[in-house]
């Protein structure tokens, strides 16, 4: 099962928004409705921020929003502040109980 | 509070085995299944599988299968994935995480665990 494209690096100035794009196959991402989304800080674990591509659990920013079209799911930050400066992977439901993640985002508040 | 406390960082020799263990705090061990992920150094996260808590279940990538064991004691809410044939490779971070059946997610992980293979 290979990893989900995920673009190395995105940046965005304080209060602005961006989206971070997860592509995957319609054996995974375009199969089934079950993409998370995790972020890491340098040195820690991650941490879930988006199941089932637009759940947020309780207690995560109302800022990030998840969403899915075909084979790419995509996280939205918005308001951008220097704490959500860190590593972001995307990871899909790939049948026969296994899963699969991205290659991972580096976001850059400028 | 949901926690997970693992075992801490080992140095192995190539060809050895490892053994990681992931002691889950604040809820019932038996409700959740268990996930293990791997991070090389600078590298992403790597899904490895998932074991259920009461042990009758489980599925790993085909890539490390016969290579991994995974087990859990409900006695003491711990879980623990063994490693053999250890290679140059297998050098990482090893989580475990708390694997939320109904979110389809893991929602608590632990701190994760440096296995180092070197010689």
């Known amino acids: 099962q290979s990893a989900l494209t995920q673009p190395a690096s995105v940046s965005g100035s304080p209060g602005q928004s961006i989206t971070i794009s997860c592509t995957g196959t319609s054996t995974d991402v375009g199969n089934y409705h079950l993409v998370s989304w995790y972020q890491q800080h340098p040195g820690k674990a991650p941490k879930l921020l988006i199941s089932?591509?637009?759940k947020r659990p309780s207690g995560v920013s109302t800022r990030f929003s998840g969403s899915k079209s075909g084979n790419t799911a995509s996280l939205t930050i918005s308001g951008l502040q220097s704490e959500d400066e860190a590593d972001y992977y995307c990871c899909s439901y790939a049948g026969y109980s296994i899963y699969v993640f991205g290659t991972g985002t580096q976001v850059t508040v400028l | 509070q949901v926690q997970l406390v693992q075992s801490g960082a080992e140095v192995k020799e190539p060809g050895a085995s490892v053994k990681v263990s992931c002691k889950a705090f604040?809820?019932?061990?038996?409700?959740?299944?268990i996930a293990w992920v791997r991070q090389a150094p600078g590298q992403g996260l790597e899904w490895m599988g998932w074991i259920s808590a009461n042990n009758d279940n489980r599925n790993f990538v085909q890539g490390l299968q016969g290579r991994v064991s995974t087990t859990t004691d409900t006695t003491t809410s711990t879980a623990y994935m063994e490693l053999r044939s250890l290679r140059s490779d297998d050098t990482a971070i090893y989580y475990c995480?708390?694997?939320?059946?109904?979110?389809?997610?893991?929602?608590?992980w632990g701190q994760g665990t440096l296995v180092t293979v070197s010689s």
């Open positions: 089932e591509v637009t």
């Open positions: 604040g809820y019932t061990f038996t409700t959740h299944a």
């Open positions: 995480a708390r694997y939320n059946r109904g979110d389809s997610a893991c929602d608590y």
